[in-house]
Structure formats: structure tokens, C-alpha cells
């Protein structure tokens, strides 16, 4: 099954689960899907509240679980597949986005062999609902008595097929009478408000200097509610960086409906990202959800480069490529062959940059733009040949343990940076490898 995770980071106290959940024949109660990872929860272990990987199995009839609510910091906004799977006596948990493994395959031994796909399941006398898609609250910090947001389950599927029947909803006697379980299908929303709020695609992003932009959105109708009360629900910006200024137009309407935000920005802004959000509310129900836009404010390219102390991958291991030379041989990745080969450094050149990208805390550390580094997201896959226009929840190629790691985080770090322009032979495409990731040599 596929979730989208909200596009705003959770509420810090919120906690909840959101799951597909299984019986398997062994007796054990099998999950996956994500959590809303709150700092005060020390099994997520986080400094920050954050959207994460959950798994969990258990022993016969669920007397222990053996789980993880943090297993993967997953980003905001990104649509990502999740799937169990048994088969020579291991329980299997794994998770996708764009179509790549971001996590697993993760085991865990068992003596199952297949799930129990009926709407229930009985186990020492008990009957339980069986096959679910459902929110596990179990605190909420904020102001409503349901969470911020609504979750999609789409494309859910048993032994490769799509589910269509013995689905089993899910909700607890004490859940409030708002919350509706929509099912079509092999897809399944928990629609915790009767409306939501998304950006229609598109990348948040504007040059340095320019000085206003706008993007559209749509709050749709999830389901069909009485009015009165009314059905009315407003829009407001409720962030906004320091001397930006926003104008919403309609700034409300009857779901469902579109609007667009239009943004005045200084044209003194600094490179960076700026968050910027939306709350979509409807005070006579009590009920509101909202969305959040970064902003990235770019440069016009100037020239790309590596900074001091990042290392690069050599026939004997890591350098820092302070080190290097003309001459000096570093590790390719051949993208027609799929395998690592040996170039030679035919260019090698030190200046001085006044901004610099970090990327996840210091994963990497380049020039905000033209210094290609391989990137996936829903609509490409390739070198991004500027750094400083790649999105939140993409996802980073690192060809030594032919893995990808999911884009959490950019900063873009003002001060005089000394960096280094690597030029390998073309025997690998003009490939090199640094700190692990994907990048090539400008021309």
C-alpha cells in the first residue's frame, strides 16, 4: 500500500500511528506504515518531531510487540509504498519512494506463511477486525480532538492483487463522529475533517531579486456534511518569513475549490529555504488542517565546486579533496555498466564561494548550483545540474552501497567557503564519488 505523509512536520506532542495491519497464520499481529514521532516518546529518540518509518510483529495472540515507530525519518509531502511479505520463515518489511528502496529489506523470523485476509480474526477465544487501514491516537497536543491532518491508503494490495473486499474498518468507540473512513476500491481514506488543503505540483522556487510569485492550490471536499452549520472555510497564511508579505485570493470558499497565494518577496533575501503555510479552517465544526510550501530562493549559476574536507572516494578509500591533483586517480560510477571504474583527474581548481549548500547536516557539502549530483524525484532522474533547485523528499544516489537516502534537509550556510572543481576523464561519464553520493564534473 502507498500513504502520502502530510506535507508539514507533526504537531510536537501528537502522537499516532498510521498502519496497514495484518494476522498472519502463525498468530502474530504484523503492521507497517508511519508514525508521528514526538520528542517526548524516547523510542523515537529524535530532537525533533518527525514523520516516521513504523514496523511491528508480535508474539502469539499479541501479548508482546516487537516494534519500531522510528525505524526511517521519512520527509513531508512524498507519497511512499510500503510492504510485508512471508516467505522461508522470515516476515519481511521494506518501503519504497519514486520507485527506488529507500528501506529494509528488514526480517524478522517467524513460522508463518501466510496472512489471514478475512475481515476478522480469533485468537484464544477473542475475535478481532482483521486487514485494516487505520490512525492509532494516542495523544494529541493540539487545540483539536483529531489530527491535523487526513491519510489516503492507495493502491492496497494481497498477494500482488488488488484488495477490494473483506476490508475491516477500523475505529475506536471513543473516535469523534467527524472522522469518516472513505473506501474505493483498493484505496481507503480516513477523512478526519470533511475537507483538506494541498499545492498543486510544481517547484517552490524563485530567483534572488525576484520580488513576487504566485502558485495555486485546492481545498477539495472529502466528504459530503450538512449546512448548516456552515460549510464555509477560510484560508489564512499562518507563517510567513520576516518582510515577506502574502495575499490569498479566495481567501475561502464551499469545498471544493481553488485559490491561489501570491507572495511579495525582498529582493534582498538571502539564499535559502523559507517556509511558508496555510490553514484551511472552518471555526463553526471546530475543524482545520493546513499545508506547508517551501521556498527556495536561488542564485543565478555561477560555477560549482565540492567544499574543503569532503571526501572523495580514491582506489585506496576516502581523500579529502583538499589532497588531490591533477593526475590523481578517483572512483567512477559507470551508469551504462552499473559498476565503479577507475578515472583520472584531468582538471582541478580551488576558489572561494560566500555560500555553500549542506545537505541532511552535513551529508554533503557543495555549491548551491552547477555541480551536478544525481537526484531522483516522481518526474526525473538524473544529474540536477543545480543543487540549489532539487525538493524536500527527493532522493540521493549513493552508488557504493547502491542505496538512496531521502532529502531531509538543505541550508544554505553564508561565509567565504574554499571548494574544489574535480574534472575526471569521461572513462566513467565524468563521475566522481563524494562522501559515498553521485556527483560529475561540470562539462
Not at 495472540?61 to 509531502?77: Q, V
Not at 523470523?109 to 478475512?118: I, V
Request: with cysteine; proline share 6%.
Amino acid at each position: 500500500m502507498t500513504i502520502r505523509t502530510p506535507s508539514h512536520p507533526p504537531v510536537d506532542g501528537d502522537f499516532f500511528y498510521v498502519l496497514l495491519s495484518v494476522w498472519d497464520n502463525a498468530g502474530r499481529y504484523d503492521q507497517i506504515g508511519f508514525s508521528s514521532c514526538p520528542t517526548q516518546y524516547v523510542e523515537c529518540g529524535g530532537a525533533t518531531a518527525f514523520w516516521g518509518l513504523t514496523y511491528s510483529t508480535t508474539d502469539f495472540c499479541a501479548h508482546n510487540f516487537d516494534f519500531d515507530p522510528g525505524a526511517l525519518i521519512l520527509a513531508e509531502g512524498v507519497r511512499y509504498t510500503f510492504r510485508m511479505t512471508l516467505g522461508g520463515g522470515f516476515l519481511t518489511f521494506q518501503a519504497w519512494s519514486f520507485g527506488r528502496t529507500i528501506w529494509g529489506p528488514f526480517q524478522r523470523p517467524t513460522t508463518a506463511t501466510q496472512f489471514e485476509l478475512d475481515e476478522s480474526y480469533s485468537c484464544e477465544g477473542q475475535s478481532y477486525g482483521n486487514f485494516e487501514n487505520y490512525e492509532e491516537v494516542h495523544e494529541l497536543a493540539g487545540e483539536q480532538n483529531v489530527p491535523v491532518w487526513s491519510f489516503a491508503f492507495e493502491d492496497v494490495k494481497a498477494n500482488g492483487a488488488p484488495l477490494t473486499s473483506d476490508w475491516w474498518e477500523f475505529k475506536t468507540g471513543g473516535a469523534p463522529a467527524q472522522i469518516r473512513l472513505l473506501i474505493s476500491g483498493d484505496d481507503m481514506t480516513i477523512a478526519n475533517h470533511f475537507f483538506s488543503i494541498s499545492m498543486n505540483a510544481g517547484v517552490f522556487g524563485v530567483y534572488r531579486g525576484t520580488t513576487q510569485s504566485s502558485w495555486t492550490g485546492i481545498v477539495p471536499q472529502l466528504y459530503s456534511t450538512s449546512c448548516p452549520p456552515s460549510c464555509f472555510v477560510q484560508l489564512s497564511v499562518t507563517r510567513l518569513p520576516a518582510g515577506w508579505a502574502a495575499s490569498l485570493f479566495p481567501s475561502g470558499g464551499v469545498p471544493t475549490f481553488t485559490f491561489t497565494i501570491t507572495l511579495t518577496i525582498p529582493s534582498t533575501a538571502a539564499l535559502g529555504v523559507y517556509e511558508v503555510e496555510i490553514r484551511a479552517n472552518n471555526p463553526e465544526r471546530a475543524q482545520w488542517t493546513n499545508v506547508l510550501m517551501r521556498i527556495n530562493v536561488w542564485r543565478p549559476p555561477i560555477g560549482g565546486c565540492v567544499a574543503f574536507g569532503s571526501p572523495i572516494l580514491t582506489p585506496t578509500g576516502n581523500l579529502p579533496v583538499q589532497s588531490l591533483s591533477v593526475g590523481q586517480q578517483v572512483m567512477s560510477y559507470d551508469h551504462q555498466t552499473l559498476t565503479m571504474v577507475v578515472a583520472t583527474l584531468e582538471g582541478f581548481t580551488q576558489s572561494t564561494d560566500d555560500v555553500i549548500l549542506v545537505i541532511n547536516n552535513g551529508l554533503l557539502q557543495i555549491t548551491v548550483d552547477s555541480q551536478p549530483i544525481y537526484y531522483r524525484n516522481s518526474t526525473f532522474e538524473g544529474y540536477m545540474i543545480h543543487p540549489q533547485q532539487m525538493q524536500y523528499g527527493g532522493l540521493l544516489f549513493n552508488p557504493v552501497t547502491n542505496s538512496w537516502t531521502i532529502l531531509l534537509k538543505m541550508d544554505f550556510v553564508p561565509g567565504q567557503v574554499t571548494v574544489f572543481d574535480l574534472a575526471p576523464s569521461l572513462v566513467g561519464g565524468g563521475t566522481f564519488i563524494v562522501n559515498g553520493y553521485d556527483v560529475m564534473r561540470k562539462t
